[in-house]
């Protein structure tokens, strides 16, 4: 199943930086946010339980609660699952990511794919979100950003676990679809290969963006398409860079980067285009994308995202782009 017919619009809200990502939000602030999304007509929210230990999921349930529950589509993940103990947030061991939520809730939290793990996650979230039901479940972070070499071990945990639990769930109706929501292409190539069990759709996070796309455009997206599971993209501004944040990948952008970035926004002045539309359409301009869902954690920045979908851009910059070998040849761009 398509769920193309299950979203709202090609635009969702992302909620990761609701759970304190990179730095502690007021609670007020945080709802203003949502709310701005609210108004704005944005109704596909995503988060997690990794985000911020829970803060993420309590903060977007408390403004949504307020709305009638078939007006939005709601997504969030399995694979960690937030106990009532307490940790110290800045110690936890997450890959390449260390220190991402430090300010977020101190629960300890367990990486967990078990089908026993998925099903109390659930339970847990809907508890959090302060709803009856989700309708998109996607099995969180199995990849090497987290796991590092030894991420195929909890790939086959997810496979025999969480997969098969979420697949059940979608068949009895409990779920509407379910998929992976990681950072890291291999996850999704390998899932595609398997007979079973079949996901709906995957959340690709940071790897169809304006600057980093290659590898999901040669082998992911045809894959994905040829086998109707759609592609939410999830981090179209690479975790802020592309919106005139200094963020890359969850850290601050090393010099490559910045110098990539510089270029591009020079094309863009050029052609008198903002690069936050240039990033935003980019990423959906790919027929196996559904919708993008970029996060933010003040409110003025929804409305940029709603202009930066509507803003018209010029065939000339793509061709600029390509041209200087900023975009891949064979990449597709947004219709002019
Ligand atoms: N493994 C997974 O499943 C996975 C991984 C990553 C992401 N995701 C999903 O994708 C969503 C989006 O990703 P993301 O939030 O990490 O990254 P993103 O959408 O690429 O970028 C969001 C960041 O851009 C910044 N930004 C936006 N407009 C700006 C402006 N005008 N000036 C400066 N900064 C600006 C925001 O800053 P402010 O905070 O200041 O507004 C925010 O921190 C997540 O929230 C999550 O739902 C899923």
Known sequence: ??????????????TAPLGNMFRAIPDEEAAATVEAAWDQGIRYFDTAPFYGAGLSEIRLGDVLAQHPREEFVLSTKVGRVVLDEIEDPSARDLGEKGGLFEHGRPNRMVNDY??????????????????DRLDIVWVHDVAQDFYGDEWLASYESARTGAFRVLQK?????????????????????????LDEPKPDAFLLAGRYTLLDHDRALQRLLPAAAAQDVDIVVGGPYSSGILAGGT????????????????????????????????ALQ????????????????RPSRIAEDVTALGERIPAAFWTDLRDERLIAPDAPVPAA
Request: aromatic residues 4%.
């Open 247 to 278: 963020h890359f990948e969850y850290q601050k952008a090393p010099a490559h980067i910045v110098d990539r970035v510089e270029r591009i926004k020079a094309v863009a002045e050029r052609h008198g285009v903002g690069i936050k539309s240039a």
């Open 114 to 131: 078990t089908a026993d793990a998925t099903l109390r996650s659930i339970e847990d979230s809907l508890e959090r979100l302060r709803t």
């Open 169 to 193: 769930l979608r068949e009895e109706g409990v779920i509407k679809a379910w998929g992976l929501g990681v950072n890291r292409v291999e996850p999704l190539e390998l899932t595609l290969d």
């Open 282 to 297: 980019f990423s959906l301009a790919h027929p196996a994308t559904a919708a993008a869902i970029p996060g933010a954690t």
């Open 1 to 14: 199943m398509s769920i193309k017919s299950l979203l709202p619009g090609a635009l969702g809200f992302g």
